[in-house]
């Protein structure tokens, strides 16, 4: 059966992605490994994820891909894509190539078999890097949820981005650039605390500066 985390509160989520930040091995990469969506064996990782996996909420993920308001030629790329259901889900609901790139191995497992079961390796290619290293000016699309100083880490790459280009991050805001639409949702009904609560950000390149 498919592994799936325990269902995680908002709070304790900010917690351990600001702890799993802080305590990170600012070890240097080599060359980004990369890994098609056909032999499912992913290397050992070459630096510590600067964040930890927290899946976004099938609601959300939907949401996220509304605002990017998708079209046929888009090519998506999700920056640290957990288990791959946001790459799956442009690939299933919108018919696009998607990319998800993830540094460590054990999520570019689970998103390789997400992308098997799903039957959309035809569009879908998964990537075992270090998206700092990364090349992704091909995207017209951008999904992160990841940390806000990794959000603006990742700027100046973002900003090179075709005009256009759309960037949904779920969670966290991006220093210095003004987003286009901010919308927050609702938590899940069977969140008695509204910790699950989301709010998420949207930017559209060339962004307005804050
Ligand atoms: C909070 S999870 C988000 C997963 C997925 N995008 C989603 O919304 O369900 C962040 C992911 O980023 C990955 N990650 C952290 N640092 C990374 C890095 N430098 N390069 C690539 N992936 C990284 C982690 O392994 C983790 O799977």
């Given at each position: 059966?498919?592994?799936?985390?325990?269902?995680?509160?908002?709070?304790?989520?900010?917690?351990?992605?600001?702890?799993?930040?802080?305590?990170?091995?600012?070890?240097?990469?080599?060359?980004?490994?990369t890994?098609?969506?056909?032999?499912?064996?992913?290397?050992?990782?070459?630096?510590?994820?600067?964040?930890?996996?927290?899946?976004t909420?099938?609601?959300?993920?939907?949401?996220?891909?509304?605002?990017?308001?998708?079209?046929?030629?888009?090519?998506?790329?999700?920056?640290?894509?957990?288990?791959?259901?946001?790459?799956?889900?442009?690939?299933?609901?919108?018919?696009?190539?998607?990319?998800?790139?993830?540094?460590?191995?054990?999520?570019?497992?689970?998103?390789?078999?997400?992308?098997?079961?799903?039957?959309?390796?035809?569009?879908?290619?998964?990537?075992?890097?270090?998206?700092?290293?990364?090349?992704?000016?091909?995207?017209?699309?951008?999904?992160?949820?990841?940390?806000?100083?990794?959000?603006?880490?990742?700027?100046?790459?973002?900003?090179?981005?075709?005009?256009?280009?759309?960037?949904?991050?779920?969670?966290?805001?991006?220093?210095?650039?003004?987003?286009?639409?901010v919308?927050?949702?609702?938590?899940?009904?069977?969140?008695?605390?509204?910790?699950?609560?989301?709010?998420?950000?949207?930017?559209?390149?060339?962004?307005e500066?804050?």
């Open positions: 059966m498919k592994r799936r985390p325990a269902p995680i509160s908002r709070s304790l989520l900010a917690a351990m992605l600001f702890a799993a930040l802080a305590g990170r091995i600012l070890a240097q990469t080599n060359a980004p490994k890994t098609s969506a056909a032999p499912p064996e992913a290397s050992a990782p070459a630096k510590k994820p600067d964040v930890v996996f927290v899946p909420r099938p609601e959300v993920v939907d949401k996220m891909l509304e605002m990017a308001e998708i079209r046929t030629n888009d090519i998506l790329y999700d920056l640290g894509c957990g288990d791959g259901r946001i790459v799956v889900a442009a690939a299933r609901k919108y018919g696009i190539k998607a990319v998800g790139v993830d540094i460590d191995p054990a999520r570019i497992k689970e998103s390789l078999e997400n992308v098997r079961t799903n039957n959309v390796a035809h569009l879908v290619t998964i990537k075992q890097a270090d998206i700092f290293e990364l090349d992704f000016h091909e995207a017209t699309v951008v999904t992160l949820y990841l940390l806000p100083e990794l959000n603006v880490r990742l700027m100046p790459k973002l900003a090179k981005l075709k005009p256009g280009a759309r960037i949904i991050s779920d969670e966290f805001d991006m220093k210095g650039a003004k987003p286009k639409e919308v927050h949702l609702d938590p899940s009904p069977d969140d008695d605390n509204g910790e699950s609560q989301s709010t998420l950000y949207k930017w559209v390149v060339p962004w500066p804050e």
